[in-house]
Nanobody, 121 residues
Framework: QVQVVESGGGLVQPGESLTLSCAAS????????TTWYRQAPGKQREMVAL???????TYAEPVKGRFTVSRNFAKNTASLQMNELTPDDSAVYFC???????????????WGQGTQVTVSS
């Protein structure tokens, strides 16, 4: 199967930056898409950003212009660069990886455990 681990969360002040990492391992032939989600206390989980195997990206409106998602093909990792952070960005950030597990195209989705981002002065 496939395992996903997020890292890089922490406590930062408003206006500062953080970079989150999403590492996938296990039975991976290729990664179709990596999607970052976040969930704040009392709120629904929301999509933050995604990147496809064609390097197409999509961002939620609140983070456009501030966040950048990228991937490292060789390492099966993805990153979320978060700039100009505000308290509204505070949440647990989750990584969802849509992977092909064989050359035949069989795929599945795997979730990480989440990493906490807290933005506070």
């Amino acid at each position: 199967q496939v395992q996903v681990v997020e890292s890089g969360g922490g406590l930062v002040q408003p206006g500062e930056s953080l970079t989150l990492s999403c590492a996938a391992s296990g039975q991976i032939f290729s990664i179709y898409k990596t999607t970052w989600y976040r969930q704040a206390p009392g709120k629904q989980r929301e999509m933050v950003a995604l990147i496809t195997d064609a390097d197409a990206t999509t961002y939620a409106e609140p983070v456009k212009g501030r966040f950048t998602v990228s991937r490292n093909f060789a390492k099966n990792t993805a990153s979320l660069q978060m700039n100009e952070l505000t308290p509204d960005d505070s949440a647990v950030y989750f990584c969802n990886v849509d992977v092909a597990i064989s050359p035949r195209g069989t795929h599945l989705e795997a979730w990480g455990q989440g990493t906490q981002v807290t933005v506070s002065s």
